[in-house]
C-alpha cells in the first residue's frame, strides 16, 4: 500500500502548564499541511521472518530499528502476534526537526497502512490509541482534519476553520531544534487571547491575537527565525508563525492564486503550495 504521510502546521501554540506527568499542556490548533513523505507498506516475502524498512531521502539521525514506523508495527505485533512481517519503504521529504510533525505523521500511516493492508479491523478510536503511544501529535494524523489540540497535544475538539486553498509558503532554514531545548526557555501560562475565539475572526486580526510561545523563548538564539518571519509580513503574507517548537516558519497569502516566490538562501528549504 502507497501512502502520502503529510506534514502539519500549528495555527497558535500556548504552554499553559506543567503536568504531574512532567509533560507540558498546550493549547493550539493543528492543520494538515500536503508536504508528503512517501511511504509503503507491503507484506514481506515469503519466508522473511523479521519486518524491515529502507529509509531513502532526507537523511534520519539514529538506528533505523528505532524509526518509528517499526516501532508502529511493533506495537500491532504485539496485540495481533499472528501479524505478517512487513516490508516498509519511506522516502523522507518533510525535514525533520522542524516542528511539522514528519515522524509522527510517518508513524500514523504506517499504523493505518498496516491496518488496512492486513484488514485488522481497528477503528479510528483504537488507532488513535496507538499513535499516542508513539508521540504526543502522532493521533492527530489519523484523521488528519483541522483540530483544536489540548493536553500533551492529543486530545482534539473539532473547530469550525476552513484555510482550504489558501496559498501558504514554509520556510525551514535548516535548523533542527530539539523538543527538549525548545521547552528549556518556555515559562507556562494562560494565554491572554482565546485561540479558538481568535481563529474565528479575519485572518488580518490574527498577527496581534494569535501567538506561538516558542517564538520568544527562541528568539535570543535563533533571531533567523524573527527575520524569515519579517520577511514574510513585508511580502504580503497576512499571518506568519513558527510552526510547533520550529524550526520551520510559514506565512499564510489569503486571496492570493498562489504563494510569491520570494528568494531565500541557498541552505533553506522553502515549500510553496495552498493549504
Not at 26 to 37: I, K, M, R, S, Y
Not at 52 to 81: H, M, Q, S
Not at 134 to 143: E, R
Not at 254 to 270: D, I, K, R, S, T
Request: glycine content about 8%; charged content about 15%.
Amino acid at each position: 500500500m502507497l501512502s502520502f504521510p503529510n506534514a502539519k502546521l500549528n495555527l497558535g501554540l500556548y504552554v499553559t502548564a506543567k503536568r504531574p506527568d512532567g509533560y507540558h499542556a498546550l493549547e493550539t490548533v493543528f492543520l494538515p499541511l500536503p508536504w508528503t513523505d512517501v511511504l509503503e507498506v507491503l507484506p514481506a516475502p515469503k519466508g522473511q521472518a523479521a519486518s524491515d524498512l529502507t529509509l531513502t531521502g532526507r537523511p534520519i539521525p539514529g538506528e533505523v530499528t528505532t524509526n518509528l514506523c517499526l516501532k508502529a508495527y511493533g506495537l500491532l505485533k504485539a496485540d495481533f502476534p499472528h501479524l505478517p512481517a512487513v516490508q516498509m519503504q519511506l522516502h523522507k521529504i518533510v525535514p525533520i526537526g522542524a516542528g511539522l510533525g514528519g515522524g509522527s505523521a510517518d508513524a500514523a500511516f504506517a499504523l493505518r497502512a498496516i491496518n488496512e493492508t492486513f484488514g485488522l479491523g481497528l477503528s479510528t478510536e483504537q488507532l488513535e490509541s496507538y499513535a499516542r503511544r508513539l508521540g504526543a501529535d502522532c493521533a492527530f494524523f489519523i484523521q488528519n482534519q483541522p483540530c483544536l489540540a489540548l493536553e500533551r497535544g492529543d486530545v482534539f475538539e473539532p473547530i469550525a476553520l476552513n484555510l482550504r486553498g489558501t496559498a501558504c509558503v514554509v520556510v525551514y532554514p535548516g535548523l533542527h531544534i530539539s523538543t527538549a531545548q525548545a521547552f528549556a526557555g518556555i515559562v507556562p501560562q494562560a494565554p491572554a487571547h482565546s485561540l479558538r475565539a481568535a481563529l474565528a475572526e479575519p485572518m488580518s486580526t490574527w498577527r496581534a491575537t494569535v501567538h506561538n510561545d516558542f517564538e520568544k523563548s527562541l528568539a535570543p538564539t535563533y533571531p533567523i527565525l524573527a527575520t524569515i518571519k519579517q520577511r514574510l509580513y513585508d511580502a504580503g503574507a497576512a499571518y506568519a508563525s513558527l510552526s510547533g517548537s520550529g524550526s520551520a516558519v510559514y506565512g499564510l497569502f489569503p486571496g492570493q492564486p498562489e504563494a510569491p516566490a520570494l528568494v531565500w538562501e541557498p541552505e533553506f528549504l522553502v515549500w510553496r503550495g495552498t493549504l
